[in-house]
């Protein structure tokens, strides 16, 4: 079955660029039946959705953050990428790649049951 | 934005226990819903979706109920390994929202 993980550094420094690569392995990222998201998590709170994009490379960001993101995908190594610019410690957070073979329609996933397990980027100089 | 609102933040409960979260959202969903539960240093598990359908594998202690924007998750006889936080998530609209989660503790 399709799997996810995230990988990228763990340290970033303030007004710099936060890039982690999510790799899909199992199944083809250029399968049509996914979308591929990004979702984080600071330290003892809640969830926030950042983003997805589609394999033909169609993209939805979160209005939030639409200003700072940029979602990729690379087809020929199984990889879909987030950058995150300009960051600061708010940004320090577990970011996990997500999505679904199932909970999905033309929009997008609406329901995650694939998740990857998360990877922590700390924002500090 | 939907914005999604769980009450209570936390509860204490024992093993056997019926507990019930609630999930309120701002505006009305249908019922494009889901539950997840979280452990500590683990991804969410999906447990519920659609508002009402058990995802596959969940064990029939947990159910949901709800539509419009009043929803809510209930574990029926509390085990020892559904001791986590559970989050509800809209899934109606984008961008896609969470609530603030509800930690279910041991008593």
């Known amino acids: 079955q399709v799997q996810l993980q995230e990988s990228g550094p763990g340290l970033v420094k303030p007004s710099q660029t936060l890039s982690l690569t999510c790799t899909v392995s199992?199944?083809?990222?250029?399968?049509?039946?996914?979308?591929w998201s990004w979702i984080r998590q600071p330290p003892g709170k809640g969830l926030e959705w950042i983003g997805h994009i589609y394999y033909s490379g169609s993209t939805y960001y979160n209005p939030s953050l639409k200003s700072r993101v940029t979602i990729s995908i690379d087809t020929s190594k199984n990889q879909f990428s987030l950058k995150l610019s300009s960051v600061t410690a708010a940004d320090t957070a577990v970011y996990y790649c997500a999505s679904s073979g199932s909970y999905y329609d033309s929009s997008g996933t609406r329901y995650f049951d694939l998740w990857g397990r998360g990877t922590l980027v700390t924002v500090s100089s | 934005d939907i914005q999604m609102t769980q009450s209570p933040s936390s509860v204490s409960a024992s093993v056997g226990d019926r507990v019930t979260i609630t999930c309120r959202a701002s505006q009305g969903i249908g019922n494009w819903l889901a539950w997840y539960q979280q452990k500590p240093g683990k991804a969410p598990n999906l447990v519920i979706y659609a508002a009402t359908s058990l995802h596959s594998g969940v064990p029939s202690r947990f159910s949901g109920s709800g539509s419009g924007t009043d929803f809510s998750l209930t574990i029926s006889s509390l085990q020892p390994e559904d001791f986590a936080t559970y989050y509800c998530q809209q899934g109606n609209t984008f961008p896609l929202t969470f609530g603030g989660g509800t930690k279910v503790e041991i008593k």
């Open positions: 199992g199944g083809s990222i250029s399968s049509g039946n996914y979308f």
